[in-house]
């Protein structure tokens, strides 16, 4: 017989084993309500009608969720600054216990992905806070039953009385979230067995009746075309993947990342996996790309008043992409690992929004973990390489990877070759583009060189202008 749950967050299994339950909450929903509304002052006219304080989970995210409603219901928008200030109003900022960090408001607007999905945290929140108070009110009645002190008449009465309180509390607001797993899964099968199609329609532009997506784009007209006459010299297409090979510090991440942050702003999605650095230091990078505050100011919090408006400004601007990169730390996995991911968000993203992913980025190569079946390291980046190749194929998907490459006291400052140190011909095999990056001694220029295109020419050498305050690359 199942035994009843235990009322310190245990149940007991058939066996009788002791099982610990996690209360259920979701900080990252929590967390991106808050810096959505940080980022779009205005979105707290959607996100009113849906939350309370109550329904968040953590005092100290409703606390902050509270000065925002105080400052929209006296008529002031509430963004990094203002509520800053009506946190500081209500004793609440500060460093002591029970209070409020001011550099933890800016990690919440950085921690979001994109705020127009605004809602859909606000109801995932919603839902979990309703998880929440249905164990709260079912943990009543079972405590009540067993006491054996009311009638199990009257006790059944006051449950339905109960439960019919809290229906009342959620009648009106959108119950997509109490969608039947069936029909869930119903809908993501159609959405997925129509996205190839879809796709390869989109990618021809020739999707009728609607404006056809732009392509995939580097950034820089050296790379892309100087003007729509001019032809691009490399170029992102589905199903293809294009490599960049550079040393330690040779600016392989920071040219991956301005990349993808340049095809969001042109309205196409990205899915980001970094191995090496996790999300704060990601995004550090880009802000200070967009507003010239130092990535180790970013990181230590050390933020004058100048810097908070100024990142505040630059995360409003990152709020109007039309499109989106979202990050992926994915420190030791395999690269099955990283597929399974990879798919799943996908496929997922397909299922919210109609399109799923157009660029997906591996940064970088050498840090995935081993495959099982292989012994050496250079036998496991073949693996992974050709892994990654054959799903970016799979799901006709463009796909761009970063690879490092050995130092080389005598050749540190400039593009590496192909022969150097790459520990495998996959990669050059696997790859239809290889762009090799060194930034110069100086830090002023970023020296490039395409190893390998097979869609033009290759053995073109260049350089891009290097902007090492804002690291970034013009």
């Known amino acids: 017989m199942q035994q009843p ?6 149940s007991s299994n058939s066996n009788g084993k002791l099982v610990e339950l996690n209360i259920p909450q979701n900080p990252e929903a929590e967390e991106a309500v808050l810096g959505s509304l940080l980022i779009d002052r205005d979105l707290i006219v ?29 008529g002031v928008p509430g963004d990094l600054i203002t509520v800053r200030d009506e946190l500081k109003a209500m004793q609440l900022l500060g460093d002591e216990p029970g209070q409020i960090r001011g550099s933890y408001l800016l990690r919440l607007m950085e921690a979001v992905p994109t705020p127009v999905h605004v809602q859909y945290y606000a109801n995932i929140i919603l839902n979990y806070w309703l998880a929440r108070k249905l164990i709260a009110e079912g943990s009543h009645i079972v405590a009540s039953s067993y006491q054996g002190k009311e009638e199990s008449t009257k006790l059944l009465a006051e449950f339905i009385e109960r439960m019919q309180n809290l229906a009342v509390l959620v009648k ?18 159609k959405v997925a067995s129509d996205l190839d199609e879809k796709r390869n329609i989109e990618s021809q532009g020739v999707l009728q009746g609607q404006k056809t997506l732009p392509h995939l784009r580097f950034g820089w007209p050296e790379f892309d075309g100087r003007d729509w006459t001019e032809a691009p010299v490399l170029s992102l297409l589905p199903s293809t993947l294009t490599t960049i090979l550079g040393r330690t510090g040779g600016g392989k ?6 990349i993808a942050d340049t095809n969001a702003i042109l309205g196409l999605n990205v899915l980001y996996f970094h191995v090496e650095l996790n999300q704060e230091q990601m995004l550090a990078r880009r802000y200070c790309r967009l507003s010239g505050v130092p990535v180790l100011s970013q990181l230590r919090r ?14 409003g601007k990152v709020s ?36 799923g992913y157009d660029l997906i980025v591996l940064d970088y190569l050498q840090r995935l973990g081993w495959p099982r079946n292989c012994n050496s ?43 150097e140190g790459l520990g495998t011909g996959e ?35 260049g350089a891009l202008t290097f902007d090492a305050r804002k690291v970034q690359f013009l």
């Open 172 to 189: 009106g607001r959108e119950n997509s979230h109490f969608t039947t797993h069936e029909k869930s899964l119903e809908h993501f099968v």
């Open 427 to 461: 990669i050059e095999r696997c790859s239809n583009q290889l762009l090799a990056f060194a930034i110069s001694q100086d830090k002023a220029l970023a020296k490039y060189a395409i190893r390998k295109n097979t869609f033009s020419e290759g053995d073109i050498t």
């Open 5 to 10: 749950t235990n009322f310190n967050g245990r």
């Open 253 to 258: 991440t920071l040219v991956a990342s301005q």
């Open 302 to 315: 050390n933020l004058s008043d100048r810097e908070l408006e100024l990142l505040s400004k630059a995360a």
């Open 320 to 355: 109007e992409w039309s499109g989106r990169v979202d990050f992926c730390h994915c420190p030791e996995w395999t690269s099955e690992q990283l597929i399974q991911e990879l798919k799943a968000r996908h496929y997922a993203l397909a299922v919210k929004t109609g399109r």
């Open 46 to 74: 959607t996100v009113a009608s849906i939350l309370k304080p109550g329904h968040f989970f953590s005092q100290e995210r409703a606390n902050i969720y509270q000065a925002i409603l105080n400052l929209y219901s006296t």
């Open 377 to 419: 390291e250079r036998e496991a980046m073949a693996f992974n390489v050709r892994r990654f190749s054959d799903v970016l194929n799979e799901l006709n998907l463009a796909g761009l990877m970063t690879s490092q490459v050995g130092r080389s006291d005598s050749r540190q400052y400039e593009p590496p070759d192909l022969d």
